[in-house]
């Protein structure tokens, strides 16, 4: 009955947020903007995320922070979030023009209109993908695959598969390439540390530095705001 009950809890952390995504493009309007499209995708997000909580705490019967793993000691989460935010950009400026080179798309769809979201709405974008993401594919799944399997690399590995294929829909395949790298590198750093409040923290800083540099950006430089938003805006 627990494996059942977990089974249940795996299917809405792992395809939750593309199923929600693939009814809200068939049975909602098409957003007029990218501030609505946002609102939209934010609200999915959320709406999994609540729905995953009420059943660990209804059908499993387990406390929330059967979702958080472990808690780090205040100087070894400094230390987690610093290495972890520069692991993300390091690599983002390492992969970035190989993926340019080899022609690989990237985020520049609506990037220039970001200009137009207020400082709080990217923030807040930002923070709905750090807290909703990280719980539901690495808090949540990560942990009970652990349960189920004993197998880090089969839980990391499902986990990442799940979180890559998610974004799949309403994204272009060079996007989803691109977001890729960081996807692996938290799941790795999950694994690590076993931590979520800490890459919470890690996924939601690095997503707003990347959109605050994109909204910078003047809509005329396409390729500088993509560079600057490429694997941010997950």
């Known amino acids: 009955m627990v494996t059942v009950a977990v089974l249940g809890g795996l299917a809405v952390a792992l395809f939750g947020m593309a199923a929600v995504g693939l009814l ?7 957003p007029d903007d990218l501030r609505a499209d946002l609102l939209v995708s934010d609200a999915n997000k ?11 705490l209804v059908v499993e019967g387990r406390p929330l922070s059967s979702m958080t793993g472990r808690s780090l000691d205040p100087l070894a989460f400094v230390a987690v979030v610093g290495g972890g935010v520069f692991v993300l950009f390091a690599a ?23 200009g137009s979201l207020s400082v709080r709405h990217r923030v807040f ?18 942990e009970r695959l652990l349960e189920l399997t004993g197998s880090p690399l089969l839980a990391g590995g499902v986990s990442f598969v799940a979180f890559t294929a998610s974004h799949a829909v309403g994204w272009e395949r060079g996007a989803v390439v691109r977001i890729a790298v960081p996807a692996l590198l938290t799941t790795i ?24 540099l994109a909204g910078s950006v003047e809509a005329g430089d396409a390729d500088g705001a993509d560079a600057a938003a490429d694997g941010a805006a997950r």
């Open 189 to 212: 750093m999950y694994l690590l540390v076993r931590d979520v409040v800490a890459l919470v923290c890690i996924h939601a800083l690095n997503d707003a530095v990347g959109l605050l």
């Open 46 to 56: 959320w709406a999994v995320f609540a729905l995953l909580c009420g059943y660990v």
């Open 92 to 114: 983002n400026a390492v992969t970035t023009p190989v993926f340019d080179r080899l022609g690989v798309g990237g985020l520049d769809e609506g990037m220039s209109g970001l």
């Open 125 to 142: 974008v930002a923070g709905t993908a750090g807290v909703t993401e990280e719980v539901l594919f690495h808090g949540y799944a990560v």
């Open 24 to 30: 809200a493009d068939r049975y909602l309007p098409e």
